[in-house]
């Protein structure tokens, strides 16, 4: 089982940056790939990055592909989101997941086990 905590979101505006941060229980942590999703209002639950169990490999959206860099610590349990350069689209309640899948399809929720409760931010124009 793991437990995922994400750090409190935020009103920030275009432009801004924000680092989200996500803290995970158990000792098994760097076994899983860690994504953040995001989901809008009204909008489904998609995908913003993905780090491999080892911090290697690394996936993002087109749209936020050059903005924003996810990194893990296992060390201490966290996955981060670096959010720069932030559009009023960014606005959304973020999540962080846990898989212990393989790569296929890590675009997909369903792939993923354990979820964070989700956390605000929201970009002023």
């Known amino acids: 089982q793991v437990q995922l905590v994400e750090s409190e979101g935020g009103l920030v505006q275009a432009g801004g940056s924000l680092r989200l941060s996500c803290a995970a229980s158990?000792?098994?942590?760097?076994?899983?790939?860690m994504a953040w999703f995001r989901q809008a209002p009204g909008k489904e639950r998609e995908f913003v990055a993905r780090i491999s169990p080892g911090g290697i490999s690394r996936y993002y959206a087109d749209s936020v592909k050059g903005r924003w860099t996810i990194s893990r610590d296992n060390a201490k349990n966290t996955v981060y989101l670096q959010m720069n350069s932030l559009k009023p689209e960014d606005t959304a309640v973020y999540y962080c997941?846990?898989?212990?899948?393989?790569?296929?399809?890590?675009?997909?929720?369903?792939?993923?086990?354990?979820w964070g409760q989700g956390t605000q931010v929201t970009v002023s124009s």
């Open positions: 158990g000792r098994t942590f760097s076994s899983y790939a």
């Open positions: 997941a846990a898989s212990g899948l393989g790569v296929a399809d890590f675009k997909k929720p369903v792939r993923y086990d354990y």
